[in-house]
């Protein structure tokens, strides 16, 4: 197989746990990226894949990550995240628009993770609260939103590891093509 390379961001484990799922399926490094450390992505002649959760509808380090996808070269780069949102038809679409200047030869899956609030850092404990503290006082909340008030209020995991299949296709054909 072509040379894949996965790199993720993970808070409370819900994405760091698709991130080994996928590369043990896929044979490939998987590497955790933080602030502190520069990301070589010289390995992923083929496919860069990148996983990180949704914060407040966009990816989570999304300057980072746009700067990683700056250094790919030629990789085709391929994206999952990871939120407590139900996988709905156009929650993809509307993450990658939110979370890339250019998200052209970009693409995205959407994958359920879970809520941990105890492994939250308390910088992003502050984000959720504020977050929270907004959609609390809007009236006419979407579906969308009132399920995202249920889904951080109480601990859940929503992860499935057969939902990784049409991804791991989907980074083959890639590789193959
Ligand atoms: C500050 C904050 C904002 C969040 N915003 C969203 C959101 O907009 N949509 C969503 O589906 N999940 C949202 N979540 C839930 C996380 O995306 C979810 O818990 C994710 O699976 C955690 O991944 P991790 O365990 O890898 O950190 C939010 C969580 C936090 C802490």
Redesign the pocket.
């Known amino acids: 197989m072509g040379r894949i390379q996965l790199i993720?961001?993970?808070?409370?484990?819900?994405?760091?746990?698709y991130a080994r799922w996928i590369a043990n399926e896929l044979n490939c490094d998987c590497v955790r990226f933080d602030k502190s450390i520069t990301v070589d992505v010289s390995k992923a002649d083929d496919v860069l894949i990148i996983?990180?959760?949704?914060?407040?509808?966009?990816l989570?380090r999304k300057r980072d990550i746009e700067r990683i996808v700056s250094h790919a070269g030629q990789a085709q780069v391929m994206c999952f995240?990871?939120?407590?949102?139900e996988a709905e038809e156009g929650i993809a679409n509307s993450l990658l628009k939110a979370s890339f200047t250019d998200p052209t030869r970009i693409s995205l899956t959407y994958l359920?993770?879970?809520?941990?609030s105890e492994?939250?850092e308390q910088r992003?404990?502050t984000?959720?609260f504020l977050?929270r503290l907004m959609l609390k006082h809007r009236r006419n909340l979407s579906e969308k939103q009132k399920l995202?008030l249920r889904?951080?209020e109480v601990s859940g995991d929503y992860t499935d590891k057969e939902l990784i299949g049409s991804f791991v296709s989907e980074v083959m054909r890639q590789v193959k093509s």
Not at 8 to 17: D, I, K, L, Q, V
Not at 81 to 85: F, Q, S
């Open positions: 993720y961001h993970s808070e409370t484990g819900f994405t760091e746990r996983g990180s959760p949704v914060h407040g509808g966009e989570a995240a990871t939120g407590v949102a359920p993770g879970g809520f941990d492994k939250l992003t404990k984000l959720l977050l995202l889904r951080t």
